[in-house]
């Protein structure tokens, strides 16, 4: 579906794998289930972190605020996804406006999480460096003041990208070969120059993005020589038990991430940037919930004290 070259884009036409589109039913269900289970189990660390006595500590705190972030980012994506699997080609269509909404809601969930990790590792130094003074160190106005410079700065961001991406023109084709509205397919489709756009996201964005990862990187190093100072093996092994999940989730999340936006523009590969984004804005949100249940202690009693709960009940 393509518009002439004098006639301004007013919408978009989303291909959402149509390249598979004999899969489009399979997927429909596998993304619908996805969803089901992203929401079920982020819903369920929310109402532990926020129920559970046990857990009423900074860590929990900002877990339960993670799990939230990730159910926002499922639903900027998934369902447009999954009405689109619905549909013929080109009745995939979604206004330029929606786009550049789904744009800055996407930009704006994803920074969140950036930024949420960050803290979170600085969370886990303050705990292991100094763990009698930990709660007082963390208390609730301090954790409230991260949480909101986490969102604060991400919604300027957000709008700064949104902003510069909507000023563009989109005048030879609509066809987002992407099952979302991102700025790199759409900076594909642009008529305008684009350098700009590029400048402010190796510089702003490397900031916002790698900023909060070379943080997190060292934090860890300060976290890894507090465990070396403890003397019994089975204390260190308890202790790195606690960072093992938020590591997993940083690799897991960062490595897609810095992988689709800070590379080369003649490394683009369609397929390798479309499974990427599944990774982290699909796949790391249904799986940050069982990585951390799975791997923390804490969590696996708190959920069977909601079990035993809901038993009795």
Same mark, same amino acid.
């Given at each position: 579906?393509?518009?002439?070259?004098?006639?301004?884009?007013?919408?978009?036409?989303?291909?959402?794998?149509?390249?598979? /589109?004999?899969?489009?039913?399979?997927?429909?269900?596998?993304?619908?289930?996805?969803?089901?289970?992203?929401?079920?189990?982020?819903?369920?660390?929310?109402?532990?972190?926020?129920?559970?006595?046990?857990?009423?500590? *900074?860590?929990?705190?900002?877990?339960?605020?993670?799990?939230?972030?990730?159910?926002?980012?499922?639903?900027?994506?998934?369902p447009l996804m999954l009405k689109n699997f619905l549909l013929e080609l080109e009745?995939?269509?979604?206004?330029?406006?929606?786009?550049?909404?789904?744009?800055?809601?996407?930009?704006?969930?994803?920074?969140?999480?950036?930024?949420?990790?960050?803290?979170?590792? /600085?969370?886990?130094?303050?705990?292991?460096?100094?763990?009698?003074?930990?709660?007082?160190?963390?208390?609730?106005?301090?954790?409230?003041?991260?949480?909101?410079?986490?969102?604060?700065?991400?919604?300027?961001?957000?709008?700064?990208?949104?902003?510069?991406?909507?000023?563009?023109?989109?005048?030879?084709?609509?066809?987002?070969?992407?099952?979302?509205?991102?700025?790199?397919?759409?900076?594909?489709?642009?008529?305008?120059?684009?350098?700009?756009?590029?400048?402010?996201?190796?510089?702003?964005?490397?900031?916002?993005?790698?900023? *909060?990862?070379?943080?997190?990187?060292?934090? /860890?190093?300060?976290?890894?020589?507090?465990?070396?100072?403890?003397?019994?093996?089975?204390?260190?092994?308890?202790?790195?038990?606690?960072?093992?999940?938020h590591l997993i989730v940083v690799t897991f999340y960062f490595g897609t991430i810095?992988?689709?936006?800070?590379?080369?523009?003649?490394? /683009?590969?369609?397929?390798?940037?479309?499974?990427?984004?599944?990774?982290?804005?699909?796949?790391? *949100?249904?799986?940050?919930?069982?990585?951390?249940?799975?791997?923390?202690?804490?969590v696996q009693k708190a959920f069977q004290r909601l079990l035993a709960k809901m038993?009795?009940?």
């Open positions: 579906m393509v518009e002439d070259n004098s006639t301004l884009v007013t919408k978009f036409v989303l291909s959402t794998f149509s390249d598979i /589109y004999q899969y489009q039913s399979v997927l429909f269900v596998i993304f619908l289930f996805i969803l089901v289970i992203t929401v079920t189990g982020n819903l369920t660390i929310i109402m532990l972190t926020s129920s559970d006595s046990q857990l009423q500590v *900074p860590m929990y705190f900002f877990l339960g605020n993670l799990s939230f972030v990730d159910i926002c980012m499922s639903l900027v994506t998934i009745r995939r269509v979604i206004s330029f406006e929606g786009c550049m909404a789904q744009v800055y809601f996407f930009l704006k969930f994803a920074n969140v999480e950036d930024f949420l990790l960050a803290v979170m590792a /600085y969370d886990r130094y303050i705990a292991i460096s100094d763990p009698l003074h930990y709660v007082v160190n963390m208390h609730k106005k301090l954790r409230i003041r991260l949480l909101a410079s986490c969102w604060l700065l991400s919604t300027l961001n957000a709008v700064l990208h949104t902003g510069l991406t909507s000023r563009l023109s989109y005048c030879h084709s609509n066809f987002i070969n992407h099952f979302l509205c991102d700025m790199v397919p759409l900076f594909a489709l642009s008529c305008s120059d684009i350098s700009i756009n590029q400048l402010v996201i190796l510089t702003e964005g490397s900031l916002v993005v790698a900023g *909060p990862f070379i943080f997190i990187v060292i934090s /860890y190093v300060y976290i890894i020589k507090a465990i070396l100072k403890i003397r019994s093996a089975a204390g260190r092994r308890k202790v790195f038990s606690t960072c093992s999940s810095l992988f689709t936006y800070f590379r080369p523009s003649s490394s /683009y590969s369609l397929t390798k940037d479309r499974m990427a984004s599944v990774m982290y804005t699909i796949l790391a *949100p249904m799986f940050n919930p069982f990585i951390y249940t799975l791997r923390n202690n804490d038993k009795v009940i």
